[in-house]
C-alpha cells in the first residue's frame, strides 16, 4: 500500500469515527427535546392562568404594587439572560447573548443601569472574558431545569424589585432567552416581566377596549394578594423560560449534530474516491511494471539466443 493510499485511509477511520459520536449525539438531543417540549407544554398553562390571576387583582384594585405600578422615571433594571451551559449547539448561545446586548443599549440609552444576571456558562464565560459586571450567575442545570432552579433564580430578583433603587434595588425586571417554536426555528427574545404590562395582557384576555374592569374587595387586603403571588409569577415565568431554552439548545443541538454528521459523510465519500483513485494508480503502476519488467526479460532472452 502506497503512502498515498495509507494517508487517506486513516482519514477515513478518523472522519468515520467522527461521524459515529455526532450520530450518538444527535439522537440523544432527539430524545431530549421531546422530553422539554412535554415540559414546556405542561408549564405554560399555569404561567399564563397566574398571569391571569395577577391582573385580575390589579384591575379590580387601586392597589400601587411593584408588580403592576410603572415607576414614573426608572432608573436601574434587572436582566437575565438565558444561556447554555454547554456548546456544539451552534450558534444558539451567541444568538441570545447578542439580544441580551441590544436590549442592553436600549435600556442604557433610556437613561438606566442596569444589572446583568446570568444563567449558564457559556454566557458567564462571555461576560467574565469582557471584564464585564455579573451581579449573580447560576449554571448546572440548563440542560434539565426544575421548578427549584427556578425559584433559586427568582429568590434574588424579588429582593432586588422590593428594594428601593437607592438601596441597590430595581425598577424593572426584563428576562432574555431562547423560545422554542419547533424543531427547526428557536428565537432569542427579551421580555419584561415586572412591573406587568396589563394593557398587553387585557388583550391578550380579549377584553374590549374602553371597558372599565369593576372593583372588587379583597381579603385580607389586594397589596397582600400581590405580595402572595409576585413570587409565584416571577419563579413561573423563569421556570417557563427555563423550559423553552432548554427544549431550545437540545433541538439547536441535534440540527448541528445532524448537519456534522452529513458533513462527515461527503468527506467519507470524497475521501473514499481519491483513495480508489490512488489505489487504482497504484494498480496501473504495477501493471506496467509488470509488463515492462517481462518485455526486458524477452528482450534479454532474445538476444542470448
Known sequence: MGAK????????????????????MEMIAASRVVKAQRQVAA???????????????????NTQHPLTTEVEKPARAALLLITSDRGLAGGYSSNVIKAADLLTERLKAEGKEVDVYIVGRKGVSYYNFRERKVVEAWTGFTDSPTYADAKKIAAPLITAVQQDTAEGGVDELHIVYTEFVSMMTQTAID???????????AESEDVPKGEV???FDFEPSAEDVLDALLPRYVESRIYNALLQAAASKHAATRRAMKSATDNAEDIIKSLSRLANAARQAEITQEISEIVGGSAALADATAGSD
Not at 493510499?5 to 467522527?18: D, E, F, G, P
Not at 399555569?46 to 398571569?51: R, V
Open 43 to 61: 408549564s405554560t398553562p399555569y404561567a399564563s392562568e397566574l398571569t391571569r390571576a395577577v391582573t385580575a387583582v390589579a384591575t379590580g384594585s
Open 213 to 215: 374592569l369593576p372593583l
Open 191 to 201: 421580555n419584561r416581566l415586572l412591573p406587568l404590562s396589563l394593557d398587553k395582557t
Open 5 to 24: 493510499l495509507r494517508v487517506y485511509k486513516r482519514r477515513i477511520r478518523s472522519v468515520t469515527a467522527t461521524k459515529k459520536i455526532t450520530k450518538a
